[in-house]
């Protein structure tokens, strides 16, 4: 059973920083993909940024200059660094996992990945 926890969620002032973790556990891991999505409320979920084993990146235009994702192959873990936060950000963080990272073209849709996490509030003011 694979399990996603994130953590570092929380409430920041626009322009302000937060960098979210995510940690998988339940199994070996190896040549797997992580990124991570956004639900605001009354809108749909939405890609923000993703990373594959071999460390290739993609984000999301709105996520492009401002979010930063790495990962730790040791660990298991992907973090979202997010800097010059906007109102506009606040939603519910999902991190997601991809068992397979081959043929991974950016995984920017939902259904590309196999687990998900519970998600983390992000809330920024104005």
């Given amino acids: 059973q694979v399990q996603l926890v994130e953590s570092g969620g929380g409430l920041v002032q626009a322009g ?4 979210l973790s995510c940690a998988a556990s339940g199994r070996t891991f190896s040549n797997y993909a992580m990124g991570w999505f956004r639900q605001a409320p009354g809108k749909e979920r939405e890609f923000v940024s993703s990373i594959n084993w071999d460390g290739s990146t993609y984000y999301a235009d709105s996520a492009k200059g401002r979010f930063a994702i790495s990962r730790d192959g040791a660990k298991n873990t992907a ?15 999902y991190c997601a996992l991809r068992i397979n ?3 991974f073209d950016g995984g920017a849709t939902a259904s590309q990945y196999d687990y998900w996490g519970q998600g983390t509030q992000v809330t920024v003011s104005s």
């Fill in 16 to 19: 302000g920083s937060l960098r």
């Fill in 79 to 93: 973090d979202l660094q997010m800097n010059s936060l906007k109102p506009e950000d606040t939603a519910i963080y």
């Fill in 101 to 103: 990272g081959y043929y």
